[in-house]
């Protein structure tokens, strides 16, 4: 069963910036698109950014202007640049994974930004 791992959340002040990132496992996996969600303490899950095969990107109102999302095709690996971080960009970030007929979703990395 494919995986999806997660890595690069940490502590760091506000202004600052981090770079998640998310391979798969293992496998031969072609996604339709990967994307960024994020959750905060007592708040739903939320889209942060997502990107397709084309290329095309999407981002949530709060997140466009200071993140990037990236995708290595060979590596089957995808990328969240934070720059200008926030105390509301506080959440443990889940990265996902689409393909026609299912979703893969990772554990999730704790990005915790102090005032």
């Known amino acids: 069963q494919v995986q999806l791992v997660e890595s690069g959340g940490g502590l760091v002040q506000a202004g600052g910036s981090l770079r998640l990132s998310c391979a798969a496992s293992r496998g031969i996996v072609s996604f339709y698109s990967m994307g960024w969600y994020r959750q905060a303490p007592g708040n739903q899950r939320e889209l942060v950014a997502t990107i397709f095969n084309s290329g095309a990107t999407n981002y949530a109102d709060s997140a466009k202007g200071r993140f990037t999302i990236s995708r290595d095709f060979v590596k089957n690996t995808v990328y969240l640049q934070m720059n200008s971080l926030k105390p509301e960009d506080t959440a443990v970030y889940y990265c996902?994974?689409?393909?026609?007929?299912?979703?893969?979703w990772g554990k999730g990395t704790l990005v915790t930004v102090s005032p």
């Open positions: 996902n994974g689409q393909v026609s007929t299912a979703q893969y």
